[in-house]
Nanobody, 124 residues
Framework: VQLQASGGGLVQAGGSLRLSCAAS????????LAWFRQAPGKEREFVAT????????RYADSVKGRFTISRDNDKTTVYLQMNSLRPEDTAVYYCAAGQPILSSSQSTTGYRHWGQGTQVTVSS
């Protein structure tokens, strides 16, 4: 299984970025996909998750209303559209895939496969 994240960069506060994560080697349509992030000196934290077909996306409170997760099963790619970015959104963003149960879907332990991370830096 490979997850290849891209799209990070440097942006001013209030700006937007779109992250992509291309997946291979797994049954993409049957996988739960998520984005996590890790700021320097902090634990990796949940950002958003998208369930199998028909599921409702879930978001961390800190990004609700600003970030949107989506998936394209034909392209086996998951996206994270990030709007109204803030300096506190600065982190390395990781995509993840797995088969978590609902109670672990916002925990790193729920995911078996991880991408390499892409840096997002938001300047004030």
């Amino acid at each position: 299984v490979q997850l290849q994240a891209s799209g990070g960069g440097l942006v001013q506060a209030g700006g937007s970025l779109r992250l992509s994560c291309a997946a291979s080697g797994l049954t993409f349509s049957q996988s739960v996909l998520a984005w996590f992030r890790q700021a320097p000196g902090k634990e990796r934290e949940f950002v958003a998750t998208t369930w199998r077909r028909g599921g409702v996306p879930r978001y961390a409170d800190s990004v609700k209303g600003r970030f949107t997760i989506s998936r394209d099963n034909d392209k086996t790619t998951v996206y994270l559209q990030m709007n109204s970015l803030r300096p506190e959104d600065t982190a390395v963003y990781y995509c993840a895939a797995g088969q978590p149960i609902l109670s672990s879907s916002q925990s790193t332990t729920g995911y078996r496969h991880w991408g390499q991370g892409t840096q997002v830096t938001v300047s004030s």
